[in-house]
Structures are given as structure tokens and as C-alpha cells.
């Protein structure tokens, strides 16, 4: 069974999908307007605004570089980079493997062939020195 639509009926749809396009357009415009009353693009700020958006890094840290057997760590403390440079190796390597590479204990000990009580030991007397060093540089 087949609906004959007649001419009437289609433009009657015609109509309303025009009419459809021309409220969602009315909208569309609605909304941005409503955006623009609080927002900017930045090529309409000027180059007075958009010179407070920039910063300039500064990497100081870089000159404090530890080299411990072919690993480099910089530290951008002073204190603690001059405390470190005091260290021994091995004690130089346990603060870093275990601080600055997140390795536990355990870890430690399988690279640098050390049993876990002596990194542990190693590591808490080298916090202490640290703490020392750079409590007296302080005063």
C-alpha cells in the first residue's frame, strides 16, 4: 500500500526543515555572543596582553652536574649539590640510584653487588652526613 504525498506535504516539510536550520543558526549566534561577552581570542588582545602570557626558562641547575661512574644527575640545590660532591662513589651512587632513580634497597644492591644490610647501612650514614654538611654550611 503505497501513500501518495502531494506537493502540499512536501512543502510543508521543506518549510519546517528550513525553519529548523534557521533556529539552530539563531542559536549557534546566541551562544557565541554569549561566549564573546566574557572571552577574547588572543589575536584580539594585543601585543600589551599577550606579552604578560610569556616566561623565560632558566635552567641554573644544568652548571650543578654529579657524575657518578656514566650517570650524570643534576641537582639544583647548592648545598646539596656541593654536600654530594663530598661523598664518596659508592655512597654517591646509593643516594642517587635510591633518590633520584626511585630503586629500592634491594635493587641497589643486585646493581652496585652489595648485600641489602650494607646499602641500607650505607644510605642512612650517608643522610646523616648530608645532614650534617649542610646543616653546618647553613650557620
Not at 6 to 15: A, H, P, R, T
Not at 30 to 49: A, H, P, Q, T, W
Not at 107 to 112: A, H, K, R, W, Y
Request: glycine share 4%; charged share 30%; net charge neutral.
Amino acid at each position: 500500500m503505497e501513500k501518495n504525498v502531494s506537493f502540499y506535504d512536501e512543502k510543508k516539510f521543506d518549510v519546517f526543515c528550513r525553519r529548523v536550520l534557521i533556529n539552530e543558526n539563531i542559536d549557534i549566534f546566541r551562544e557565541e555572543k554569549k561566549i564573546s561577552e566574557y572571552e577574547s581570542y588572543f589575536c584580539d588582545l594585543g601585543d600589551s596582553v599577550t606579552k604578560n602570557f610569556q616566561t623565560k626558562d632558566e635552567y641554573t641547575f644544568l652548571n650543578n652536574g654529579v657524575q657518578v661512574q656514566n650517570f650524570i644527575f643534576y641537582i639544583e640545590n647548592e648545598e646539596l649539590f656541593q654536600a654530594i660532591n663530598r661523598l664518596k662513589e659508592k655512597n654517591k651512587l646509593v643516594i642517587m640510584f635510591s633518590f633520584w632513580m626511585g630503586m629500592k634497597d634491594v635493587e641497589i644492591g643486585q646493581v652496585l653487588n652489595m648485600p641489602l644490610s650494607t646499602v641500607n647501612d650505607m644510605k642512612h650514614s650517608t643522610i646523616k652526613k648530608l645532614y650534617t654538611w649542610m646543616k653546618g654550611a647553613r650557620k
